[in-house]
């Protein structure tokens, strides 16, 4: 399974896009992070691999516009410091 299969098995996470193909790794990661269950996210992660993940992770919160909750960004900076 691909991350674009499983964000189209999960549309009502991106209802506000029409073509989920057209969405970027880290686009579907924040959809999932923000909005998510658990056992998605881990999917999700399972797909693109531990490290894969936090790499993109860390890459893209340092950048200036970042979606995510300051919560969900807190957990997940914790989480992928122990795991990846």
């Known amino acids: 399974m691909k991350l674009k299969d499983l964000i189209k ?3 009502e996470l991106v209802w ?14 924040e959809a999932f992070l923000n909005y998510g269950e658990w056992k998605d996210v881990m999917q999700m992660i399972d797909i693109l691999g531990m490290k894969k993940a936090a790499k993109l992770f860390r890459s893209k919160i340092k950048q200036k516009r970042c979606n ?3 919560e969900i960004k807190n957990y997940f900076t914790l989480y992928f410091n122990k795991y990846a």
């Open 9 to 11: 098995k999960n549309k």
């Open 16 to 29: 506000y896009v029409k073509d989920t193909d057209s969405l970027s790794d880290w686009a579907i990661m």
């Open 68 to 70: 995510l909750r300051p």
